[in-house]
């Protein structure tokens, strides 16, 4: 479903992508953690076109995004395939991102009207089943400034979903959430996962690491240093790096 090869991305002088090189496959829920400034949020971003690498190779789903020649000439694929091959992932942020102008329902129908061409009433529908997925049916109504955060997480999610992808992205999804709202955001991310979603999550939630994820990844200073099946993670990490890391965490 994803194959990064190689990736490279600097922000001036600072290098945040070193070789990083992943493959997920279908039905996969992988856990990316590690130290802030590790370049974790970054990666998910260069995999979903919201920056741009300065050399590698990403493929979504068998589709070229993006590929290096042997001259070193980064190239993207054309504006339209960017857009369809783009539209195969969903993303959800750290903050929401909500219109705070726009109800519930009017957030999650905006882009399948305006982006998929559905109707009016097939986008709304399509809102109430996935409002009743997250458990917010009854706020479809509402606006943002009357929803607690994690509702507003669980709206951005029902609204990542209303576009279909076929993978879902997640940026740290609970880290601007009071502790007691955690866990209905991430009941939400289990739910998607029993249902064999393809998912890549950066979190420093341990436990949804442990539980749900087939894998972890650990990144620290823009390398990705460790990739193991959930359970061997963190039973026996490898790297000492990753061992410090996961001593400070549990």
């Not at 949020?41 to 995999?47: A, E, G, H, N």
């Not at 917010?136 to 951005?156: F, N, W």
């Amino acid at each position: 479903m994803i194959e990064a090869r190689g990736l490279h991305k600097r922000f001036g002088s600072l290098q945040v992508l070193r070789d990083v090189s992943l493959q997920i496959a279908r039905g996969e829920v992988v856990a990316v953690i590690g130290p802030s400034g590790s370049g974790k949020s970054t990666l998910l971003r260069c995999l979903n076109h919201l920056e741009t690498i300065d050399s590698g190779h990403i493929a979504i789903e068998g589709e070229t995004l993006a590929s290096t020649d042997a001259a070193g000439r980064c190239a993207y694929a054309s504006e339209r395939d960017l857009r369809r091959i783009g539209g195969k992932t969903g993303m959800v942020f750290q903050h929401f991102n909500l219109f705070p102008h726009l109800t519930v329902l009017e957030n999650i129908t905006l882009a399948p009207m305006l982006v998929l061409g559905l109707s009016r009433e097939l986008a709304e529908a399509r809102a109430q089943a996935l409002l009743g997925k997250v458990g917010l049916k009854e706020k479809a109504a509402s606006y943002p400034s009357r929803l607690s955060g994690g509702q507003k997480q669980r709206v951005a999610i029902a609204r990542a979903l209303a576009m279909e992808p076929d993978i879902m992205l997640f940026d740290e999804p609970t880290s601007a959430l009071d502790p007691e709202l955690t866990g209905e955001v991430l009941r939400t991310m289990r739910q998607l996962a029993d249902e064999h979603m393809t998912m890549l999550v950066v979190t420093h939630e341990m436990g949804f690491a442990r539980e749900v994820a087939h894998r972890v990844v650990f990144m620290d200073q823009g390398e990705l240093i460790e990739d193991q099946r959930a359970a061997d993670f963190f039973a026996h990490p490898q790297h000492a790096r990753t061992q410090a890391f996961l001593q400070h965490m549990l």
